[in-house]
């Protein structure tokens, strides 16, 4: 369901398919093969997310599979993308992999987003994810930890 989930998104991100458009489609195709993946994509609370990894594809079933929510997927902050935000608490999550990091350059630019969205009064929260997916109980109560401090911020 993650890659129809990604496809959709990636359909809604280019203008190639709209909501309406395909519950148009689940409409008029009732009872055809792909109809009822399609409509437990549309139906995922807070919409199909678009993600540009298997590590995003990945943390947002992690997030999902454990309740958590009110995040927004690579979303555009001060400027910057980051990979997972929680805009109202002024938290993000920035998924951290060698992959993506393999070259100098691109690692002293997320040091420098990092520090950039700190001074702007966002808590980043760094996540390596290969360790991540070793550790998922500790990956999630960090979580949901710095969810708890960043709500009693918002709070005081």
Same mark, same amino acid.
């Not at 395909?22 to 993946?37: E, I, Y």
């Not at 980043?124 to 109560?141: D, F, H, Y």
């Not at 979580?143 to 918002?154: F, I, W």
């Given at each position: $369901?993650?890659?129809?989930?990604?496809?959709? #998104?990636?359909?809604?991100?280019?203008?190639?398919?709209?909501?309406?458009? +395909?519950?148009?489609?689940?409409?008029?195709?009732?009872? =055809?093969? %792909?109809?009822?993946?399609? =409509?437990? &994509?549309?139906?995922?609370?807070?919409?199909?997310?678009?993600? =540009?990894?298997?590590?995003?594809?990945?943390?947002? =079933?992690?997030?999902?599979?454990?309740?958590?929510?009110?995040?927004?997927?690579?979303?555009?902050?001060?400027?910057?993308?980051?990979?997972?935000?929680?805009?109202? +608490?002024?938290?993000?999550?920035?998924?951290?992999?060698?992959? %993506?990091?393999?070259?100098?350059? #691109?690692?002293? @630019?997320?040091?420098? @987003?990092?520090?950039?969205?700190? &001074?702007?009064?966002?808590?980043? $929260?760094?996540?390596?994810?290969?360790?991540?997916?070793?550790? @998922?109980?500790?990956?999630?109560?960090? &979580? #949901?930890? $710095?969810?708890?401090? #960043?709500?009693?911020?918002?709070?005081?």
């Amino acid at each position: $369901m993650y890659e129809l989930e990604a496809l959709v #998104a990636e359909a809604h991100f280019r203008r190639r398919a709209r909501e309406p458009e +395909l519950r148009d489609q689940l409409a008029r195709n009732a009872g =055809r093969p %792909g109809v009822c993946p399609l =409509r437990e &994509v549309l139906e995922i609370d807070g919409g199909p997310q678009r993600t =540009r990894s298997g590590g995003e594809r990945w943390f947002l =079933r992690l997030l999902r599979e454990s309740g958590v929510q009110g995040f927004e997927v690579n979303a555009t902050i001060f400027g910057w993308e980051v990979d997972f935000l929680w805009r109202d +608490l002024g938290f993000c999550i920035e998924l951290d992999g060698w992959d %993506g990091h393999s070259s100098r350059a #691109a690692f002293e @630019k997320d040091r420098r @987003k990092w520090a950039d969205l700190s &001074v702007r009064g966002l808590t980043v $929260m760094p996540v390596a994810t290969r360790s991540a997916q070793r550790n @998922k109980g500790e990956t999630i109560r960090q &979580v #949901a930890e $710095m969810l708890c401090q #960043a709500k009693s911020r918002r709070a005081a």
